[in-house]
């Protein structure tokens, strides 16, 4: 029972070089999201997706690009990575939105660290 | 800008101690308040929700309080043991988007 699957679990980049964080769930879930967790911020929405084919930003997004590739997947890209992208990346996932109070699953996390 | 503030950033807390943990906000649009427990080198996980017709939600030694005149809630952990040292989020929404407070970092000694 995996659950949210983030990959990779740790990446130090350059800065200007791109990335993309990868996330899959398994529980059939129609929504998807991207926080950053930062020490003393909390973490905060980057994009989230309601639906296959859908995305939206969240609080956070500049300099971030998302693609909801399917049902199950959901990737963060950064094209041009800065030290201030420097994070711990979470992807979670719910049954439906937040709207329906749904629990928000979440994996274990991207740590980020761009040079 | 929409925001949860929660307080305080740490606490310690000996064990069999209860634990007070407090959030505020001010969009009184809010309708569901969840509270998450993450521990080192995990994501969040959900532990306990309340919807604002309620004052007080318990399940096991974790209880909410919510006062919707006050517009704060809080989370109430009873008999504090060491496997409960954890940060907790509070969070508060009334659409897809949750927004978290900046989180509390428990310490549970023995």
């Known amino acids: 029972n995996a659950g949210v699957t983030q990959t990779p679990k740790f990446q130090v980049l350059k800065t200007g070089q791109s990335m993309t964080l990868q996330c899959a769930q398994d529980m059939n879930h129609n929504s998807m999201y991207w926080y950053r967790q930062d020490p003393g911020m909390g973490l905060r929405l980057i994009y989230y997706s309601a639906s296959e084919g859908t995305t939206d930003k969240g609080e956070v997004p500049n300099g971030y690009n998302v693609s909801r590739l399917n049902k199950r997947e959901f990737s963060l890209r950064l094209e041009s990575a800065a030290p201030s992208q420097t994070s711990v990346y979470f992807c979670?996932?719910?049954?439906?939105?937040?709207?329906?109070?749904?629990?928000?699953?979440f994996g274990d996390g991207t740590r980020l660290s761009i040079l | 800008q929409q925001q949860v503030k929660q307080s305080p950033q740490s606490l310690i807390v000996q064990k069999g101690g209860i634990s007070i943990i407090n959030c505020a906000y001010e969009n009184t649009a809010f309708d569901y308040f969840p509270w998450y427990q993450q521990f080192p080198g995990k994501g969040p996980a959900l532990l306990i929700a309340i919807r604002p017709d309620v004052s007080e939600k318990k399940e096991g030694r974790f209880t909410i309080s919510f006062n919707k005149s006050a517009k704060q809630f809080s989370l109430h952990i009873m008999d504090s043991q060491p496997g409960d040292s954890a940060t907790y989020f509070c969070a508060a929404t009334h659409t897809d988007k949750l927004i978290f407070g900046t989180g509390t970092r428990l310490q549970v000694f023995p």
């Open positions: 979670a996932s719910s049954l439906r939105g937040s709207a329906f109070n749904q629990p928000q699953h």
